[in-house]
């Protein structure tokens, strides 16, 4: 859940599970309060990925880094843990007009629980007091014409999108909801799925987005590639609360199994043992996804290893009980109608997985031609070639900035492309080395996966120097 410009957009739809009448829309609420913890340092907020964008935050509201809300952000975010999703989780409860304030008719347990009722009272106020002091909402109208561009762009997108299957696939279709999306350029690589509850039962969908860059002329762009984030997101607000209504009875258990791969999950943000089984439940539920016109067991196989890969290790037993509630929706109408039988299966893994040795299943690097740390490298053109434990699945391979960043990044021959050998287990990539110069690369392990589907289990640095 882990898991982007300082700007927010809501798309809202006034038909429940329908979303082909989604307009995007930027608000101010979200704007604030990613802004507010940008201000507090808060790491998930401090990004560049639009930069000129975010320097105008940085300038606009430089004098303000010891603004009384600013200061609560850094006090709720290191004595509560408020962090990630949870301050989004706030800031979509919120209307501005007048003023600062929460939205009528709110249940209690609408807020993320990070967050107290004395904790939230305190922190409106300040706000309310921030947006003012801060004369915010001439920022945020001096922005316009970005957040109308972004809103087109995102829209374009949000067309792929299978609106309808999350009514047919959860059994809700006629619950009264609200389907939204915040693409959040401050929220830099972070995407949240969340909802707000009210007291009649009604509920508007907010998944935060954070996957844009800049494009050439310095404004956010997003690929096709965000649509499975997109539905990852959406599934949060379906997921998490049967997860919520069903974890005492699996909790044992759950936290068995996370103590396992804990390391494994730390890699990709997730420490916790009920954030797993969030995350376990809605990666299934967005494999279903993807399996939802006709079945494709390649894909589907590939979907299951690399969700293995990233530590889920009983995904494909999880993805297995799904298939059996879309057979059996006359005996199980909703997804919380089959819960008991989700929990039956949590209970009962701690025990399979004894002796199992999970780290077998990942494909490991055993060497690269250039040693990491090399200080006399020949400069040149040179090969650099990556040699793996089994064979790989050719069609996916890459690299990508090194520790140093990508003023290290070496530049590629064009006239040579990499290239496996026969046996699949080594890859060559060709580069242009100059003299005493320092290098820094990696080669991330999602960008790898074994003929089976799995990923290496960490990713490659290699960082050199080259001779005079």
């Known amino acids: 859940m882990k898991k982007i410009i300082t700007f927010i957009m809501i798309l809202t739809a006034n038909i429940a599970f329908a979303g082909s009448n989604l307009i995007p829309k930027v608000e101010q609420n979200t704007e604030l309060v990613s802004i507010v913890f940008r201000l507090a340092g808060a790491r998930e907020y401090v990004n560049y990925n639009v930069p000129s964008y975010e320097k105008e935050i940085d300038e606009y ?13 850094q006090k709720v975010r290191s004595e509560r843990g408020v962090a990630f999703d949870a301050v989004m989780s706030l800031a979509v409860h919120l ?17 993320d629980e990070r967050w107290d009722p004395k904790s939230i009272k305190n922190f409106v106020k300040l706000l309310n007091d921030f947006y003012f002091d801060t004369n915010f909402k001439n920022f945020f109208s001096k922005n316009k014409p970005l957040y109308e561009i972004t809103e087109k762009r995102i829209s374009e997108i ?5 609106f309808g299957w999350f009514g047919k696939f959860y059994g809700e279709q ?14 830099g690589g972070g ?24 494009d050439k002329s310095g404004l956010p762009s997003y690929s096709g590639k965000i649509v499975p984030v997109i539905v990852h997101e959406y599934n949060h607000s379906f997921c998490n609360p049967l997860i919520d209504a069903f974890y005492p009875s699996m909790k044992d258990a759950t936290e068995k199994i996370n103590g396992i791969v804990k390391n494994t999950l730390e890699n990709i943000g997730y420490g916790d043992a009920k954030t797993m089984d969030y995350e376990i439940l809605v990666r299934a539920c967005v494999i279903m996804y993807s399996q939802r016109n006709e079945p494709d067991k390649e894909k589907l196989g590939h979907l299951v290893a690399q969700e293995t890969s990233n530590g889920f290790i009983w995904i494909d037993q999880l993805v297995d009980s799904l298939f059996k509630y879309e057979k059996n929706r006359d005996l199980y109408p909703t997804l919380k109608d089959f819960m008991p039988e989700i929990v039956k299966l949590v209970n009962k893994i701690p025990e399979e997985l004894k002796g199992t040795d999970f780290e077998s299943r990942f494909p490991k690097i055993l060497s690269v031609s250039i040693k990491d740390g090399s200080q006399n490298v020949l400069p ?17 391979h890459g690299t990508s900035y090194g520790k140093k960043g990508k003023d290290y990044f070496p530049e590629f021959d064009e006239n040579k492309a990499s ?5 699949k287990c080594k890859w060559t990539i060709h580069v242009i080395l100059k003299p005493d110069k320092c290098y820094s690369l990696s080669f991330p392990y999602q960008f790898f996966m074994n003929e089976k589907g799995y990923h290496p289990n960490k990713t490659y640095y290699l960082d050199f120097k080259t001779k005079k």
């Open 174 to 187: 006629g619950k009264n909801y609200k389907f939204n999306l915040i693409p959040s350029i401050p929220n």
């Open 61 to 73: 509201f430089a004098p303000y880094k010891e603004h009384p809300a600013v200061k609560f952000a």
């Open 419 to 423: 290239e496996w050998d026969e046996t």
């Open 191 to 214: 995407n949240y799925g969340l909802k707000v509850i009210f007291k009649d039962g009604s509920e508007e969908l907010y998944p935060v987005i954070g996957c844009c860059v800049a």
């Open 380 to 396: 040149g053109q040179r090969a650099i070639t990556v040699t793996f434990d089994r064979p790989m699945y050719t069609k996916r």
């Open 158 to 162: 949000l067309n792929k999108v299978d």
């Open 95 to 111: 209307n501005i007009t007048d003023s600062v304030r929460l939205k009528d008719n709110i249940a209690a347990s609408s807020i």
